[in-house]
């Protein structure tokens, strides 16, 4: 049987699932900036005339906050792939989406897509950015609750636990 808009994960557990995926990735790279912004030194030369003065300043970073900010971008990416590519890949949910108990899968097959499948989703999303990010916002209206990377991928989101069939009925029989 198709199912129903119903059954297919609101835009508002997406979205949510976005921001929590996205937070760790903030904090990795928050530090990594911070640690690279205390470690500025800044020079100015200044040279007087009778005229003016001028004033030129450069600001120069350490290597050793230039190392941090790279390791983080670095330890950010392997997130990213880990979460979106792996965890997402093989068993249908990044960490956001476990924690709002929905899925991605195959519109076809209902399994989780694979990490090749699942990497090029996220890169497929660029199309749901390009066009001023309204492809985001295709779920809100879109029988099957698709953004274009969904309908590009042919993936679908499913709640971790449907409902089971019949449940509604036999509750109604026992009363």
């Known amino acids: 049987r198709g199912l129903t808009r119903e059954e ?3 835009w508002l557990h997406r979205a949510a ?3 929590i995926d996205h937070l ?3 904090l990795i790279l928050g530090a990594g900036w911070l640690v690279l912004l205390n470690s500025a030194d800044s020079a100015c030369l200044t040279a007087v005339t009778p005229g003016a003065v001028d004033q030129v300043c450069t600001i ?13 971008a670095l330890v950010g990416l392997v997130y990213f792939v880990w979460n ?8 249908g949910s990044s ?6 108990k929905f899925k991605v899968v195959s519109e076809n097959t209902g399994e989780p897509i694979g990490f090749g499948m699942s990497v090029l989703r996220q890169i497929a999303h660029a199309v749901d950015a390009i066009i001023l990010h309204i492809g985001y916002l295709f779920p809100l209206w879109d029988a099957k609750r698709q953004t274009l990377a969904d309908k590009i991928m042919a993936t679908v989101c499913l709640p971790l636990d449907p409902p089971a069939e019949g449940v509604a ?3 109604g029989a026992r009363g």
């Open 84 to 91: 979106y590519g792996y965890r997402q890949g093989t068993c």
């Open 24 to 26: 760790p990735l903030l």
């Open 169 to 171: 009925g036999s509750v």
């Open 8 to 10: 297919f994960t609101p």
């Open 95 to 100: 960490i956001g989406k476990s924690l709002l």
């Open 17 to 19: 699932a976005y921001l």
């Open 60 to 72: 120069g970073y350490s290597p050793l906050g230039l190392a941090v900010m790279w390791g983080a």
